[in-house]
């Protein structure tokens, strides 16, 4: 299993480019995230969906938009990217999402934009 | 916003000695979990302790609740080296809030 896996693992943006961060998980969770981690401030999240078919918004969601492909995929896309938005994103899985359950987290991408 | 607070920001000792780590937070929960997070990794999930139980231990790792006083703390036994990361609490009542973190440093 490899569990929660992200693509890329690093990307460079200028000012106002797009771009999509890619999330798979293969353990068969309900329930997926996306987080930001920025220095000192731990990680907050930006969109989750706590199953295929539904999305809701985080703490951060504002510069971002997500789409649950189906239950094992679990998008992030920058539609015009400021540099507020540089940061390392981290996706997660968990079985449910209204239950406080574990959840398992990929490697990360990080993300600079110019 | 951030729940839980970890305490302290950096910790530096040698192996060999315990370490613990503080976490205080806000409101009610109904558990709270603490993650390691190796530099240049995602967060791995250590322990998760509910809001009715007062004391966990997985391997070296202890971890005690106190609800009255909304504060966790995380406890390694005999630390080593390959314990350098930091750690990070997370509390649970209707989504999940993590802290900013403890950045432990364990000296051989």
């Known amino acids: 299993n490899a569990g929660v896996t992200q693509t890329p693992k690093f990307q460079v943006l200028k000012t106002g480019q797009s771009m999509t961060l890619q999330c798979a998980q293969d353990?068969?969770?309900?329930?997926m995230y996306w987080y930001r981690q920025d220095p000192g401030m731990g990680l907050r999240l930006i969109y989750y969906s706590a199953s295929e078919g539904t999305t809701d918004k985080g703490e951060v969601p504002n510069g971002y938009n997500v789409s649950r492909l189906n239950k094992r995929e679990f998008s992030l896309r920058l539609e015009s990217a400021a540099p507020s938005q540089t940061s390392v994103y981290f996706c997660a899985s968990s079985g449910r999402q209204g239950a406080g359950d574990t959840q398992y987290f990929g490697p990360g991408t990080r993300l600079t934009v110019l | 916003s951030q729940q839980g607070e970890e305490d302290p920001q950096a910790l530096s000792i040698q192996e060999g000695e315990n370490a613990t780590m503080n976490c205080s937070y806000k409101t009610s929960i109904n558990n709270l979990q603490w993650y390691r997070q190796n530099s240049g990794r995602g967060l791995v999930h250590l322990i998760l302790i509910r809001s009715n139980e007062r004391e966990k231990h997985s391997g070296r790792l202890r971890v005690t609740l106190d609800t009255s006083k909304k504060s966790s703390s995380l406890l390694i036994t005999a630390s080593r080296a390959a314990d350098t990361a930091s750690y990070f609490c997370a509390t649970y009542n209707n989504d999940m809030r993590f802290g900013a973190g403890t950045r432990l440093t364990v000296k051989p």
């Open positions: 353990m068969n969770h309900n329930s």
